[in-house]
């Protein structure tokens, strides 16, 4: 007679307890190595990243160019827009081609040397320590910068942005080795074997390009305070205070600026344009601190996420191909602009109006001519005695004298 017997289980190796501590030492070993290799792992040297960074930037301004030129067209030439008819009363001097306004002002793209900018140094000094000193005794700056920052952009998991501490720096950016090049519609110098020609140059396209050397080393700061919320499961779970600094201790790279002439066929007004090269350095100095008791301080990854994040911000609206684009006024003299001593006399008067300062400066100057009159027609006739006489008696007036005085001095 067979019994029935039951298949023999296989018992567990680990228990339930053993399963739990290996489980949970697993997690702790990930979140270490998290830790230490991800947010306490050692940053690459600021050389290293500079260079992989000038090297994408490059392949980015090369394929760019690679696009342009593929598309194109050997024979493409610059029509004529037809526009409205000119007017004959107005005499319109020739047409002024980029080689004819070369040769006028005597440079040679070719074999001109590099110039120093020193007096455009001074300038550029003198604007920027009077912006810095304005902002000392003006809030307008800083009231800018909060209202910008608490924005309407603001994330809702970061509180209200408080701005700590703005420093203006102290030094000035230096200009130099300012050099003119021929350049084609794109903004592309010409190279690869192509010269530049001055008198096909407007019917190719190309255009005349200012380039300078600028270097900075300064410290320009800006320092922040914020809070991370937490509003998952329910608003402000949990409240993370967050202090971050930011400081320019260095840019150094390559500005390019030129004119695109006004179009009056398309109401388009004169514009400048600039730009940076490719192979600019800019190096930051980034401070955090996170929490409130418990503080971790200067973490490395933060850096470098907000170093990255400033870096794709400047190559977005200032890094070639792109470029940033300005309108220029008129240039024509206008009375509205004007500024004489009449307008000095008038805001001078307090409570006299304008046109009451401009009379009262006619009557100074009438008097003024009156008086010099005078003294040439007095000049012409009559000796030193005669021109000294008074009109009522015959007393002589010492030069120098005090007023009121007089000498009795008998012919």
């Known amino acids: 007679m067979s019994s029935d017997t039951c298949p023999a289980r296989n018992e567990p190796t680990l228990s339930f307890t053993q399963g739990l501590i290996v489980g949970q030492l697993s997690v702790v070993l990930i979140l270490a190595a998290f830790i230490k290799f991800f947010i306490f792992g050692d940053p690459p040297s600021p050389d290293v990243t500079a260079s992989l960074r000038a090297t994408e930037r490059r392949t980015r301004t090369l394929a760019h160019k690679q696009s342009l030129l593929s598309l194109r067209s050997p024979n493409s030439r610059h029509g004529h827009t037809p526009g409205r008819k000119k007017s004959t009363v107005l005499r319109h001097p020739p047409f002024l081609t980029i080689g004819s306004i070369l040769s006028k002002t005597y440079y040679n793209v070719d074999s001109h040397q590099p110039e120093s900018l020193d007096w455009f140094n001074v300038l550029i000094a003198q604007t920027l320590a009077q912006f810095r000193s304005d902002a000392q005794h003006d809030d307008a700056i800083l009231n800018s910068l909060t209202k910008a920052l608490n924005g309407t952009s603001r994330p809702d998991f970061i509180d209200e942005i408080r701005v700590t501490e703005l420093s203006l720096g102290e030094d000035f950016p230096i200009f130099s080795n300012c050099r003119i090049i021929p350049v084609d519609e794109d903004g592309i110098s010409l190279g690869n074997g192509k010269r530049f020609d001055p008198a096909t140059a407007a019917r190719d396209g190309t255009r005349l390009q200012a380039r300078m050397d600028v270097d900075l080393s300064d410290m320009l700061t800006l320092a922040l305070e914020t809070k991370l919320l937490l509003n998952y499961p329910k608003k402000l779970s949990a409240v993370l ?88 006024p008129s240039l024509w003299p206008r009375k509205k602009n004007t500024r004489g001593p009449d307008d000095a006399m008038a805001e001078g008067s307090g409570s006299v109006g304008r046109s009451k300062g401009r009379e009262l400066g006619r009557e100074y100057r009438e008097e003024a001519r009156k008086e010099v009159a005078a003294e040439g027609e007095t000049r012409d006739h009559g000796s030193l005695r005669q021109r000294r006489r008074l009109r009522d008696d015959d007393e002589f007036s010492m030069p120098g004298s005090m007023p009121g005085l007089s000498l009795d001095i008998r012919s």
């Open 241 to 328: 205070p967050v202090a971050l600094a930011v400081s320019i201790v260095r840019f150094s790279g390559t500005l390019s600026i030129s004119f695109i002439p006004s179009n009056p066929s398309q109401s388009t007004p004169t514009m400048m344009t600039f730009s940076f090269l490719d192979d600019y350095r800019l190096d930051f100095s980034i401070r955090s601190l996170l929490g409130s008791r418990s503080r971790l301080q200067d973490v490395p990854k933060i850096a470098q996420l907000v170093e990255a994040r400033l870096h794709r911000w400047f190559d977005e609206r200032a890094v070639e191909p792109r470029f940033q684009e300005i309108e220029l």
